[in-house]
């Protein structure tokens, strides 16, 4: 007798990553290359608890590689964080004969995987957020693009402050981690990074500006994490109010980060990762994420990657600091 053809349902979760269509597509294309079905589940796990679907096929996916969002729209549930709600989900994936499933977000939507798996439910995370604070992988999908996006708008930002001799307070997304803020005090050349992983006083950052303003530079770019123990509106106020070297002015980045077309390396990315946590299904696999992991991409314990915590590199906070004399 013929085996019943896998079918696998698909969401995106949490906040929205560019590349989360390039995987979209490449879990749909590596389905159906083994015969397999794939179901969009739309508005995240509301989605999934409503049996709010779309068909996913191959021809229908074509076209949203290079799209920054996701077709599926996404949520962060409340719903789904109830027992209740993850029961009604489990009942509405037996109910429309959906197998399995592939998760595409961040900590909170793999956390949510994990909670299906424990019921039994075939589960493959795969880990998508510009936060870059997943354990168990190096890089999340939605990262390298979000440090373009924060690289071009400093660019941009140093053109004007180099103009006016101005000071920029530039306040990056990460939530509670440091790795955009990081990334980006290099690859912009800032003078200063200030992160939730390094808690500094107001008194050694207006020192440490101040130094560079009598190492006569012409103007100063600072690169603010969110998280940050420092908030950009308090130090914006100090700086002005003491005439700490330049004029300053802040600009929030906001949800532009979010944005974009994916950069070659996410869509790289979310075809290596969509293709692995089809292949993780197919060949019996849960209650895994898959990372990038050295050049690999290997399958992870979801149980790890959501109790574990990815710290930043501290030696780049070093090298801004050297790089920034
Ligand atoms: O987790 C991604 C992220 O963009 C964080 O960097 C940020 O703190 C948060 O989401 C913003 O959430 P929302 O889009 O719900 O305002």
């Known amino acids: 007798m013929d085996q019943k053809p896998l079918t696998i349902g698909i969401i995106t979760s949490g906040g929205d990553a560019p590349g989360m269509n390039s995987c979209i597509r490449a879990v749909v294309r590596e389905a159906a290359a083994n015969d397999a079905?794939?179901?969009?589940?739309?508005?995240?796990?509301?989605?999934?608890?409503?049996?709010d679907f779309q068909a996913l096929n191959a021809r229908n996916v074509g076209g949203?590689?290079?799209?920054?969002?996701t077709i599926l729209q996404?949520?962060?549930?409340?719903?789904?964080?109830?027992?209740?709600?993850?029961?009604?989900?489990?009942?509405?994936?037996?109910?429309?004969?959906?197998?399995?499933?592939?998760?595409?977000?961040?900590?909170?939507?793999?956390?949510?995987?994990?909670?299906?798996?424990?019921?039994?439910?075939?589960?493959?995370?795969?880990?998508?957020?510009?936060?870059?604070?997943?354990?168990?992988?190096?890089?999340?999908?939605?990262?390298?693009?979000?440090?373009?996006?924060?690289?071009?708008?400093?660019?941009?930002?140093?053109?004007?402050?180099?103009?006016?001799?101005?000071?920029?307070?530039?306040?990056?997304?990460?939530?509670?981690?440091?790795?955009?803020?990081?990334?980006?005090?290099?690859v912009c050349g800032a003078e200063m990074v200030l992160i939730p992983e390094v808690p500094v006083t107001m008194e050694a950052v207006v020192e440490a500006l101040d130094s560079a303003y009598r190492r006569d530079k012409t103007y100063l770019i600072v690169v603010v994490a969110e998280g940050s123990n420092i908030r950009t509106s308090d130090l914006v106020k100090v700086l002005n109010e003491k005439r700490v070297g330049f004029e300053a002015r802040v600009t929030i980045l906001g949800h532009i980060q979010r944005g974009g077309s994916p950069t070659a390396f996410d869509r790289m990315l979310a075809a290596r990762m969509g293709t692995k946590a089809v292949e993780a299904l197919i060949t019996g696999k849960s209650d895994v994420m898959t990372g990038l992991l050295g050049r690999e991409i290997e399958l992870v314990p979801l149980e790890e990657a959501i109790t574990r915590k990815r710290t930043v590199n501290l030696e780049y906070y070093t090298m801004t600091q050297r790089l920034a004399t």
């Not at 079905?37 to 049996?51: M, S, T």
């Not at 949203?64 to 969002?69: D, E, M």
């Not at 996006?149 to 530039?170: P, Q």
Request: proline fraction near 1%; glycine fraction near 14%; charged fraction near 20%.
């Open 74 to 186: 996404t949520r962060r549930s409340y719903a789904f964080r109830q027992r209740s709600g993850i029961q009604k989900a489990i009942e509405t994936m037996k109910a429309n004969s959906i197998d399995a499933l592939v998760v595409i977000g961040g900590d909170g939507s793999l956390r949510g995987a994990h909670e299906l798996a424990a019921e039994g439910i075939p589960v493959v995370g795969v880990p998508a957020s510009i936060d870059n604070d997943i354990w168990g992988t190096n890089m999340s999908i939605g990262v390298d693009t979000a440090t373009n996006t924060i690289m071009e708008a400093v660019d941009k930002l140093r053109d004007t402050a180099s103009s006016h001799g101005r000071t920029f307070l530039v306040e990056t997304m990460g939530r509670d981690c440091g790795y955009l803020a990081l990334m980006a005090g290099i």
């Open 64 to 69: 949203i590689l290079q799209r920054g969002g």
């Open 37 to 51: 079905q794939v179901i969009g589940v739309n508005h995240g796990y509301d989605g999934l608890i409503d049996g």
